[in-house]
């Protein structure tokens, strides 16, 4: 059987960029770019070029793709040529090969939101795509609201792309604008277009997830035959998002009937976790742990009978090798755990027990005394390891902290501003030799970061023969919770932390005092991080 090319279109630099509360800069969404064409996409959409600064510096400098480099703009306005809309002109200096223009497709905005008439609108859409044409660019028209376009009036909504594939379209695009169509409306929508003939190989597909059904209506067009998908890395977009490559692509690539019938040309599937969690670090915010595919628990197994299932034979509780897309197996500790899950876990981490060892028993017990008192390991499994290393004697000894102290200062600076300031001191001792660091937690722009930022500065900043090792480690996401209640009430803080290398670990520490708990989870970060790079203690 012959397989069909389906041709991916990523918006997240776009479409993406509407989410609240991401805003790229020009630097950052060139890093993404990057990224999108190593993972192997056709079509990356840059932003709209001269609706703000940071778009029109991207496409200033944007960097080379083998992807091909795409301009969003909208459709020239009414009582004008194509040739004098200065909006339609901003968009072709950008200078991208192809250029991609949204245009109505409803009868409601086009009378209400355009205020033209029906045959004006069509007139916008043809003569916009045949100005693109005859600049030598690719076309793609993005047919905004076009279910509920079609819904009301199915014919004006083709019309629409027949009027933009006539004037030289490569592709037309049915959005799903507000998000509220269903994946069996989506797949009869799109069915009825193509038999009305508009060609699969030239309609696109384009959702949003306000039903939580982006995906499902993605899949729901491509099972129509729509051969051009649009979505976001990790489902980045307005409102409640767009439909997430990071779940379409490895679905595509590894699920049938798409694996066998369907040709896309994306080469870097094992990438995927990496990408998906760099662009939660560039947004400064933690990756969605039950994210399909790349979240860090889609392949976590708590239950004692699913891990030991697991330990015979990966396939009874996985649908997919983790490996595939670049994320591993978890074997979580919590105190639902059997023995089962703790040799599991310690084969993972490398740490070979007989199974009649009778330090597994004390394990288990300490496990669950701990988190009767407060831990959780289950979500922390980088302090795991260590309790159990220590517990089984394998444990290495790299420095020792004596102290450490951290104030915190409510001050008027010298603008007459009200500020707080964290200072920390840490003493380590590390083979008879004593180290102390002192650091402040102000950052670039003279905002305090608080007294945990302080203690990690200070504890990172000079561990003498050890530092090498962690210059590359930050942290990227801090979670408290109180556990317990009045007089014993406990801080639990979980701390997740990465490297260079793309690894990702957490850590677990618990104390009536916050500052104290976090710092409890900071050491084990580092001590962690040290084994994991086979670090020899001085």
Same mark, same amino acid.
């Given at each position: 059987?012959?397989?069909?090319?389906?041709?991916?279109?990523?918006?997240?630099?776009?479409?993406?960029?509407?989410?609240?509360?991401?805003?790229?800069?020009?630097?950052?969404?060139? +890093?993404?770019?990057?990224?999108?064409?190593?993972?192997?996409?056709?079509?990356?959409?840059?932003?709209?070029?001269?609706? /703000?600064?940071?778009?029109?510096?991207?496409?200033?400098?944007?960097?080379?793709?083998?992807?091909?480099?795409?301009?969003?703009?909208?459709?020239?306005?009414?009582?004008?040529?194509?040739?004098?809309?200065?909006?339609?002109?901003?968009?072709?200096?950008?200078?991208?090969?192809?250029?991609?223009?949204?245009?109505?497709? =409803?009868?409601?905005?086009?009378?209400?939101?355009?205020?033209?008439?029906?045959?004006? /609108?069509?007139?916008?859409?043809?003569?916009?795509?045949? =100005?693109?044409?005859?600049?030598?660019?690719?076309?793609?028209?993005?047919?905004?609201?076009?279910?509920?376009?079609?819904? +009301?009036?199915?014919?004006?909504?083709?019309?629409?792309?027949?009027?933009?594939?006539?004037?030289?379209?490569?592709?037309?695009?049915?959005?799903?604008?507000?998000?509220?169509?269903?994946?069996?409306?989506?797949?009869?929508?799109?069915?009825?277009?193509?038999?009305?003939?508009?060609?699969?190989?030239?309609?696109?597909?384009?959702? =949003?997830?306000?039903?939580?059904?982006?995906?499902?209506?993605?899949?729901?067009?491509?099972?129509?035959?729509?051969?051009?998908?649009?979505?976001?890395?990790?489902?980045?977009?307005?409102?409640?998002?767009?439909?997430?490559?990071?779940?379409?692509?490895?679905?595509?690539?590894?699920? +049938?009937?798409?694996?066998?019938?369907?040709?896309?040309?994306?080469?870097?599937?094992?990438?995927?976790?990496?990408?998906?969690?760099?662009?939660?670090?560039?947004?400064?915010?933690?990756?969605?742990?039950?994210?399909?595919?790349?979240?860090?628990?889609?392949?976590?197994?708590?239950?004692?009978? =699913?891990?030991?299932?697991?330990?015979? /034979?990966?396939?009874?509780?996985?649908?997919?090798?983790?490996?595939?897309?670049?994320?591993?197996?978890?074997?979580?500790?919590?105190?639902?755990?059997?023995?089962?899950?703790?040799?599991?876990?310690?084969?993972?981490?490398?740490?070979?027990?007989?199974?009649?060892?009778?330090?597994?028993?004390?394990?288990?017990?300490?496990?669950?005394?701990?988190?009767?008192?407060?831990?959780?390991?289950?979500?922390?499994?980088?302090?795991?390891?260590?309790?159990?290393?220590?517990?089984?004697?394998?444990?290495?000894?790299?420095?020792?902290?004596?102290?450490?102290?951290?104030?915190?200062?409510?001050?008027?600076?010298?603008?007459?501003?009200?500020?707080?300031?964290?200072?920390?001191?840490?003493?380590?001792?590390?083979?008879?030799?004593?180290?102390?660091?002192?650091?402040?937690?102000?950052?670039?722009?003279?905002?305090?970061?608080?007294?945990?930022?302080?203690?990690?500065?200070?504890?990172?900043?000079?561990?003498?023969?050890?530092?090498?090792?962690?210059?590359?480690?930050?942290?990227?996401?801090?979670?408290?919770?109180?556990?317990?209640?009045?007089?014993?009430?406990?801080?639990?803080?979980?701390?997740?932390?990465?490297?260079?290398?793309?690894?990702?670990?957490?850590?677990?520490?618990?104390?009536?005092?916050?500052?104290?708990?976090?710092?409890?989870?900071?050491?084990?970060?580092?001590?962690?991080?040290?084994?994991?790079?086979?670090?020899?203690?001085?």
């Amino acid at each position: 059987m012959t397989r069909q090319r389906l041709y991916l279109y990523d918006t997240t630099l776009r479409d993406g960029q509407q989410t609240q509360g991401v805003q790229f800069s020009a630097a950052e969404k060139a +890093e993404i770019a990057q990224m999108l064409d190593q993972l192997g996409v056709d079509y990356i959409e840059g932003g709209w070029p001269g609706a /703000n600064p940071t778009d029109s510096d991207f496409f200033a400098a944007a960097p080379a793709t083998r992807a091909t480099m795409t301009a969003f703009g909208m459709t020239k306005r009414a009582g004008r040529s194509a040739g004098n809309d200065e909006v339609l002109a901003g968009v072709l200096n950008a200078g991208t090969p192809a250029v991609c223009l949204v245009g109505k497709t =409803h009868l409601f905005h086009v009378r209400e939101a355009l205020g033209i008439t029906l045959e004006e /609108n069509l007139e916008n859409i043809r003569a916009s795509v045949a =100005h693109l044409v005859a600049q030598g660019r690719e076309a793609l028209f993005d047919a905004e609201h076009f279910f509920d376009g079609f819904a +009301e009036d199915p014919d004006y909504a083709t019309a629409c792309l027949r009027a933009a594939l006539e004037a030289g379209a490569r592709w037309v695009v049915l959005c799903d604008t507000n998000g509220g169509t269903l994946p069996a409306e989506v797949g009869r929508i799109t069915a009825a277009v193509i038999a009305a003939g508009i060609p699969g190989d030239r309609l696109g597909i384009h959702t =949003h997830d306000d039903t939580g059904n982006a995906v499902a209506c993605t899949l729901a067009a491509v099972d129509a035959g729509a051969r051009q998908i649009q979505g976001t890395l990790n489902g980045l977009g307005e409102r409640c998002g767009n439909a997430s490559l990071t779940s379409l692509i490895p679905t595509l690539l590894l699920k +049938e009937p798409y694996r066998s019938t369907l040709d896309i040309g994306v080469a870097g599937l094992g990438e995927l976790t990496r990408i998906s969690r760099r662009l939660d670090e560039i947004l400064n915010r933690a990756p969605l742990r039950a994210a399909p595919y790349v979240g860090a628990s889609a392949f976590a197994h708590k239950a004692g009978l =699913h891990a030991s299932a697991i330990l015979k /034979n990966p396939a009874t509780y996985e649908h997919v090798d983790p490996a595939t897309v670049g994320n591993e197996r978890v074997i979580p500790m919590s105190n639902q755990a059997g023995q089962s899950n703790l040799r599991a876990r310690l084969a993972e981490a490398g740490i070979a027990v007989g199974r009649d060892d009778p330090a597994l028993a004390r394990i288990l017990d300490l496990v669950k005394a701990r988190e009767d008192a407060g831990y959780a390991y289950d979500g922390a499994q980088a302090s795991f390891e260590l309790l159990a290393r220590e517990e089984l004697g394998r444990m290495r000894h790299f420095f020792d902290v004596e102290r450490y102290r951290v104030i915190v200062e409510r001050r008027t600076n010298a603008l007459g501003q009200r500020i707080s300031v964290s200072e920390a001191v840490v003493v380590v001792g590390i083979g008879g030799a004593r180290m102390l660091s002192v650091s402040e937690s102000m950052d670039g722009e003279g905002h305090d970061r608080g007294p945990v930022n302080a203690l990690w500065r200070a504890l990172a900043k000079d561990l003498g023969p050890y530092q090498a090792a962690i210059d590359d480690m930050h942290l990227v996401d801090f979670r408290v919770r109180i556990t317990g209640g009045g007089t014993e009430a406990a801080t639990r803080v979980i701390i997740d932390s990465a490297d260079g290398q793309g690894n990702r670990w957490s850590t677990v520490g618990v104390s009536p005092n916050i500052v104290d708990a976090s710092f409890e989870a900071l050491v084990d970060a580092i001590r962690w991080k040290l084994i994991r790079d086979g670090v020899v203690p001085a």
